[in-house]
């Protein structure tokens, strides 16, 4: 038995590898996405999901995503409803959107929580560049959205 153990966790290892990916986040798409407690139309209804809301990807079963949501629920939505701009979620009861990645830059607006703001670059640092809707762009700390 001694002798196989190496060959045991070997294999364990190649089992477990493609599972150990990063986290993938998609958004809704333009029109809303209906959350199901299953995979499959006939499943129980749970709620509906607006355009643009983050879900992290879970898993992928065919044409269903197993999907998590800001407040940690899982449910699943149909996988090609997910496909809109990313955006995050304001976590924090209100945040501070600064016009540079630092803490002294001026506040170029502030947001409540449960806003959704585009993710208007790709997530570099622990600053990230968004958008909000009316247009106005800035930066907030990574720990203050959900989503990244």
């Given amino acids: 038995m001694t002798a196989l153990r190496p060959a045991l966790c070997f294999l364990c290892a190649m089992l477990v590898a ?4 990063a986290t993938e986040f998609k958004a809704v798409g333009a029109t809303p996405a ?24 879970v ?14 629920d899982l449910s699943w939505a149909e996988t090609r409803l997910l496909s ?6 304001v976590e924090l009861p ?3 959107v600064r016009a ?3 803490e002294t830059s001026p ?14 670059e790709p997530i570099t640092s ?6 909000h809707r009316d247009g106005d762009t800035g930066f907030v700390k990574a720990g203050e959205v959900w989503g990244e």
């Fill in 126 to 131: 622990n600053w990230i560049k968004v958008r």
């Fill in 18 to 21: 493609p599972c150990a990916t």
């Fill in 100 to 102: 540079a990645a630092n």
């Fill in 84 to 89: 809109g701009p990313r955006a995050l979620v």
């Fill in 94 to 96: 209100v945040i501070q």
């Fill in 34 to 57: 209906v959350l199901f407690d299953a995979p499959g139309q006939k499943s129980r209804k749970l709620y509906i999901a607006p355009p643009g809301m983050p879900l992290e990807i």
């Fill in 59 to 72: 898993l992928v079963n065919g044409e269903w995503s197993r999907v998590r949501d800001a407040s940690g």
């Fill in 107 to 120: 506040v170029v607006f502030s947001a409540n929580k449960g806003v959704l703001l585009e993710l208007a």
